[in-house]
């Protein structure tokens, strides 16, 4: 690999999650250069109504491989079982030994705050995994030698592009993928076990129409794509320099920066609150 490209490293916490929120994105990176690899920390192991644990572990791993396939990523192997992402230092050290292995430039992360734990989990081992990557005396498993290059993180949008406590939340950049929407839904398409679990409320229809209406949402929003993805960058204290933005130098003009978003970043996070006289209670 020559020592000027750009490696892009895709972590999520379930076998479907890269293809429904980054894959897009992914697609666009690998057509400008960038070498592409994907990570599903959970097997999917509780993704069934029907199957044995293990029958579904290896289900999903063969459709996560052949999503990777397209993508043209490679694939390194999950960890643990759903529902099993903890926050805990044994895990840790296995996500760091991967990151220092890969030695990202780009590092496409789950929202650091989304519906569930096994993704808000996902996203904090990612974080500081890379955080970690140059600390000679932490110690991944297997023992990896630490890496000094810089790496910029970016989150992708939680599910129903809202936060827990139901609040919307916008993205900083606007991803153009109109041009591989397609291939984004053959490649989602490959996780045909969610299906048959779906299909017993929804149906495969309903989840590939979730995906594409996610995507074309973000495209009203942008006022300028017809689909997209939205991310967030992360601080980068500990990762780059300041104002290190490789995703956006690597897509260019399918890339929108929201600037409402920039200048909210200037302002305080507990703005003054107006206050009236009144009775006191």
Known sequence: MPEDQRVAFAIAAHPDDIEFMMA???????????????????????????????????????????????????FHPSFVDDI??????????????????????????????????DHMNA????????????????????????????????????????DPMRRRVVPEYYVDITGVLQQKRTILACHRSQKEWLDVSQGMDAYLAAMEEQAAEMGRMSRRFKYAEGWRRHSHLGFCEPGADAMLEALGELALVNEDYRRSLDEPSHPKRTLRAGRKT
Request: hydrophobic share 45%.
């Open 123 to 162: 996203c904090r081992l990612a974080v500081t995994a890379a955080f970690c990557r140059g600390m000679r005396n932490f110690t991944t498993k297997p023992r990896t030698k630490p890496i000094e290059s810089a790496v910029t993180l970016y989150h992708c949008m939680p599910a129903g592009l809202r």
């Open 84 to 117: 099993a992402i903890f926050y805990e230092k044994d895990l840790l050290a296995r996500v760091a030994a991967v990151v220092r292995k890969v030695n990202p430039t780009i590092m496409l992360l789950p929202p650091p705050v989304d519906y569930m734990e």
């Open 24 to 74: 897009g994105t992914l697609m666009l990176l690998r057509q400008a250069g960038c070498e592409l690899h994907y990570m599903n920390i959970a097997n999917g192991s509780c993704g069934t109504a029907a199957h044995s644990k293990q029958k579904i572990i290896n289900i999903r791993s063969r459709e996560a491989r052949s999503a990777a396939r397209l993508l043209g990523a490679v």
